[in-house]
Nanobody, 123 residues
Framework: QVQVVESGGGLVQAGGSLRLSCAAS????????MGWFRQVPGEDRKFVAF????????AYADFVKGRFAISGDDAKSTVFLQMNSLKPEDTANYYC????????????????WGQGTQVTVSS
């Protein structure tokens, strides 16, 4: 069973930065890439960013473009999320997952989810 583990969350003031890390315990043959989602209580899980293994293509949700950057290593099954200029509305539990289907912006494209890491941005 593949395990996915996120780390790097915490409490930060508005305008600050955090770097989230995610590592899978094994490389999954046929995976499209890895992505980050976030969720607050009572709401659906929302797409944040995606890193594709084929050419290193990236994609971002509009609400993080220009502030967040995703990077990673296919061979190591790791992905990072550099979050800058954080806002209180970025407060959420952030999840990392491995994409096994091409609709990278949908949670249904992903298998092997981590348990999440909490990010709290104070005003």
């Amino acid at each position: 069973q593949v395990q996915v583990v996120e780390s790097g969350g915490g409490l930060v003031q508005a305008g600050g930065s955090l770097r989230l890390s995610c590592a899978a315990s094994a490389r999954i043959f046929g995976s499209y890439g890895m992505g980050w989602f976030r969720q607050v209580p009572g709401e659906d899980r929302k797409f944040v960013a995606f890193l594709g293994w084929n050419g290193g293509n990236t994609a971002y949700a509009d609400f993080v473009k220009g502030r967040f950057a995703i990077s990673g290593d296919d061979a190591k099954s790791t992905v990072f999320l550099q979050m800058n200029s954080l806002k209180p509305e970025d407060t959420a539990n952030y999840y990392c997952a491995i994409a096994m289907r091409s609709l990278y912006y949908s949670p249904t494209a992903y298998d092997y989810w981590g348990q999440g890491t909490q990010v709290t941005v104070s005003s």
